[in-house]
């Protein structure tokens, strides 16, 4: 049977072939990267424009913001780009090239997330990078290696949990189509509340989107603990330390979820 | 493929020399359908205002049985029609059978495995062709898509190399190797999927629907192609098709499905003899203004099937009445400007099975 | 002749406009809910900026809110979507039937965005409640400016439909034009007033944006709901849109001349 080497290969080759399709069409690809960059920096502007003016927000400054929000960025960045494809679950499975992915040899949930890059993840990655590197400057924070390895577990586990909530409502594709504008909303829920400190929500809100939608462990979680913010957490601070692991947890769940549900598959003539 | 349990018939040049030494075991049939039955459960659909959202969460469901109690067996080498009209549940068999569905109940067996249950595995030995939906990689070219393939299926490079320029040359894809899949033509494209499904000598392939929307060319070639890979290298095919040419070219043997069960299973010519025993006259009459009466021809075993303006088909049993006493015989009753014998053909009987939705005795 | 037919596509898209929400009610709710969930942080957030203050700038923090949730509603009304649909019309080729009206073509377009827009109206039937719950709804401060508002919101359509009318017209001259969409949505976006009204804009980026039309969509009609229309008062504000709208209509009409007769020359 195939080793986890040839395993690898295998998924590399396959990434690599959707690279190279992506940019056969390659203005388009430049000016997607564009102008996913600009979106994501409007958005920030909007939140500086209204930090510089009234100097902090909830009880964190400028600099901690734009941390927490970079944070965030970068995490939707690495999720955008490894499982973006999700959203086209629906439109997979109608067109029956969900099939083709059940007669390979290779796990159909790979084969749907290395189905297209779509490169405007850079340039929300890029964004995040940005916005994380000015936002270090400025914060009061002891940069060490233990540090930057943990704000890099963080950024991954974050990306881990999107891909999980997004990956667990994909998985209601198999016996209901036509429930992408519940995904889409979701995934709006994530790019809009995740990037401020949840201290500005009231507490009901607080423990929905941290047990009920995991927005919590994306950014904020991990960024009070860099930031040594523990004094804005609703939870015990030791949730927030694991936020990386619980993204990690959620995957995994998520993915058993995904292979259960997929015998419920009815493939509809194409 | 030399590896495995079942030495099967094979062409030469392909097989290391330790194999064919092997003693030949009593081969044991590649695929095995028994009872075979599939349910779709749809949700109820609600209508109103928050009728999306009902849908969604409600558990009431309906049901259609696509596939009802489905059992045959196959050899392995054969070369099999699956006919049936559409929603007869031709492409649902193959789904079960391929892996993409899993069987509401019943079994099945595919080459020793459970389809859906070591799905991974079966794909390894499995090619599977859709007539209309291609498996190529679309933006890239030809020869991309094969060596990703090559890499799903760990094929080293060896292996790899020599099975695509085989392929290569017997499919007669030279030319266009290097052009992005979405700029060939139906045929070239057909041609590229053919060679995908056998660039890693599957032991089963499963063709469906494909000449569909080729040109004779393009049909009579691919019908070459699967009728030579059956024959040189011994893959069990199951081709489903609503051609009937491809079945009369390739199948001898054809299992005939209709509402989701089994009408017939078995060689062609008997499909034909049983329904077609007879022969036809196709004659054109002498213009004069006159439709004869259905039974002015008066004549032991043979009878008028269909008339048209100035157009007879008289059908006749060649046992008892012979050819050479007819064609006068009818002369004498009308003038006729033409006589032309007609051979039986499948899509005849193909059509009076699905009118009377089951198959003579 | 050009007036029936205008009012023939009015009705038609219209009804067209009604039975697709109908068709994709799950769809429009879920929009409707994203745009209450938008509205309810947008809320959060500037409460937390204002803190204890109950007052910015002048700006009491009950209108900001209102400001917030009329600004957002409006826009997830007052989006046409036209520009999409002379897009496709030209991928498909279907556009030269269209042209064959060569004046009323624009008047054809605005007729149907207006269509579209009467037949999504039944919308808000779902969409004001859920506002009220995620926001701050009041009405206006009084009779006056209630009717400056309606006065302001045609203004305001008419700006909008226009300046989307102009970049689905430049599809003429480059087929591939998503990039250029996107640009116009983001900065439009921002420049509208929908998350930073003008008044807490820093002085340089406000004395851009002012320059720019797109204040006339959003910030300008909203402003004056809440009573706090920009300096100079609710006429001089009506009088920006004003000239925005008029301006509009006169670069329409010349890129549109020169894009019909660019359409001709290629033999369409």
């Not at chain 1, 049977?1 to 069409?25: K, P």
């Not at chain 2, 019943?106 to 389809?115: E, I, S």
């Not at chain 3, 439909?161 to 250029?180: C, K, P, R, Y």
Request: charged share 20%.
């Amino acid at each position: 049977m195939a080793t986890v080497a040839q395993r690898i290969s295998i998924l590399l080759a396959l990434a690599g072939a959707s690279l190279r399709s992506e940019f056969q069409y390659r203005a388009n690809a430049v000016s997607a990267v564009i102008s996913g960059m600009i979106y994501q920096l409007t958005g920030f502007i909007a939140v500086w424009i209204i930090v510089a003016r009234f100097n902090e927000i909830g009880g964190w400054s400028l600099a901690e913001i734009t941390f927490l929000y970079g944070m965030r960025l970068t995490s939707h960045g690495i999720f955008y780009a490894c499982f973006s494809q999700l959203f086209e679950a629906d439109r997979v499975m109608v067109t029956g090239e969900y099939d083709r992915y059940l007669l390979r040899p290779m796990p159909p949930l790979l084969q749907l997330f290395t189905r297209k890059l779509r490169v405007n993840c850079f340039g929300d990655l890029i964004g995040g990078l940005l916005l994380l590197g000015f936002a270090s400057a400025g914060v009061d924070v002891a940069w060490s290696p233990q540090t930057v390895f943990y704000l890099v577990l963080a950024v991954t586990g974050g990306a881990l949990v999107e891909g999980a909530v997004q990956i667990m409502l994909g998985s209601l594709s198999f016996r209901f189509l036509q429930t992408m504008s519940l995904r889409v909303t979701v995934n709006e829920v994530f790019n809009l509340y995740g990037n401020y400190p949840f201290t500005i929500f009231p507490k009901a809100l607080e423990y929905l989107l941290t047990f009920a939608l995991p927005v919590a462990f994306v950014a904020f979680f991990p960024a009070s603990v860099v930031l040594e913010r523990e004094d804005g957490l609703h939870v015990a601070p030791w949730l927030a330390v694991i936020a990386p692991l619980v993204g990690v947890g959620l995957f995994l769940v998520a993915l058993r979820v995904w292979r259960r549900q997929s015998r419920h598959y009815q493939s509809s003539g194409h | 493929m030399c590896a495995g349990m079942h030495v099967r018939r094979r062409g030469p040049g392909t097989c290391p020399d330790h194999v064919s030494s092997l003693p030949r075991e009593t081969p044991v049939p590649i695929i095995e359908v028994d009872q075979l039955v599939k349910d779709f459960q749809r949700p109820k659909r609600f209508d109103g205002p928050l009728g999306g959202l009902r849908t969604l969460f409600t558990h009431q469901y309906e049901t259609t049985r696509a596939v009802d109690g489905v059992s045959f067996t196959i050899e392995e080498g054969e070369l099999i029609g699956y006919l049936g009209s559409n929603g007869a549940g031709k492409s649902t068999t193959i789904k079960m059978l391929s892996g993409i569905l899993v069987p509401s109940g019943g079994t099945v067996r595919v080459a020793g495995l459970v389809p859906w249950e070591d799905r991974e595995k079966n794909a390894l030995q499995i090619g599977v062709v859709f007539g209309q939906r291609t498996q190529l990689w679309w933006d890239l070219p030809l020869s991309d898509s094969l060596r990703l393939i090559g890499k799903l299926y760990r094929l080293d490079d060896a292996r790899y190399r020599r099975n695509r320029d085989r392929l290569v040359e017997l499919l007669g894809l030279q030319s266009f190797l290097e052009t992005p899949v979405r700029q060939l033509s139906l045929g070239q494209r057909m041609r590229g999927d053919l060679a995908a499904a056998m660039l890693y000598e599957p032991r089963i392939l499963y063709l469906d629907e494909p000449t569909v929307g080729l040109d004779v060319v393009a049909k009579e070639r691919t019908r070459q192609f699967v009728e030579e890979i059956n024959r040189e290298t011994g893959t069990t095919i199951m081709l489903t098709t609503h051609d009937l040419a491809d079945v009369e070219r390739l199948c001898k043997r054809i299992i005939f499905i209709d509402k989701g069960t089994v009408l017939y299973d078995g060689p062609v010519e008997e499909l034909k003899r049983r329904y077609a025993p007879y022969r036809m006259l196709d004659i054109t009459l002498a213009p004069d203004g006159e439709t004869p009466a259905p039974a002015w021809l008066g004549i032991d075993g043979a009878e008028v099937v269909e008339e048209g303006d100035a157009r007879l088909l008289v059908r006749f049993d060649p046992a008892r009445v012979a050819v050479t006493e007819l064609i006068p015989a009818i002369m004498a009753r009308h003038p006729v400007t033409d006589i032309a014998i007609v051979e039986p053909d499948l899509e005849g009987v193909v059509r009076e099975i699905v009118e009377a939705g089951e198959v003579r005795r | 002749m050009t007036l029936a037919r205008n009012l023939d596509a009015l009705v038609a898209y219209g009804r067209m406009a009604t039975r697709r929400m109908y068709i994709y009610r799950f769809n429009v709710i879920m929009m409707i809910v994203l745009t209450g969930i938008t509205i309810y942080l947008l809320t959060l957030l500037w409460k937390a900026a204002y803190g204890d203050r109950t007052e910015v700038d002048g700006i009491p923090l009950q209108s900001m809110l209102v400001y917030l949730t009329i600004a957002n509603l409006q826009l997830r009304f007052l989006s046409p979507e036209m520009d999409q649909d002379i897009q496709e019309r030209i991928r498909e080729g279907q556009i030269g039937f269209d042209l064959n009206r060569p004046v009323g073509y624009p008047g054809q377009l605005v007729a149907g965005a207006a269509g579209q827009m009467i037949g999504l109206l039944p919308m808000l039937v779902v969409a004001v409640p859920i506002a009220f719950v995620a926001g701050e709804l009041r009405p206006p401060a009084s009779v006056e400016e209630g009717f400056a508002y309606l006065a302001s919101l045609v203004l305001a359509w008419l700006v909008a439909v226009q300046m989307n009318l102009l970049i689905g017209l430049v599809s003429f001259w480059t087929l591939e034009m998503t990039g250029f969409r996107m640009m116009y949505r983001l900065i439009g976006n921002f420049a509208t007033g929908a998350l930073i009204p003008l008044w807490f804009m820093p002085d340089l980026l406000r004395s851009i944006v002012q320059l720019l039309p797109f204040q006339a969509i959003a910030f300008v009609p909203v402003s004056i709901y809440v009573g706090e229309p920009a300096t100079g008062g609710i006429w001089s504000a009506l009088a920006l849109q004003a000239f925005w709208a008029v301006v509009m209509v006169l670069v329409i009409q010349l890129v549109w001349r020169r894009a019909f007769r660019h359409t001709v020359i290629q033999g369409g």
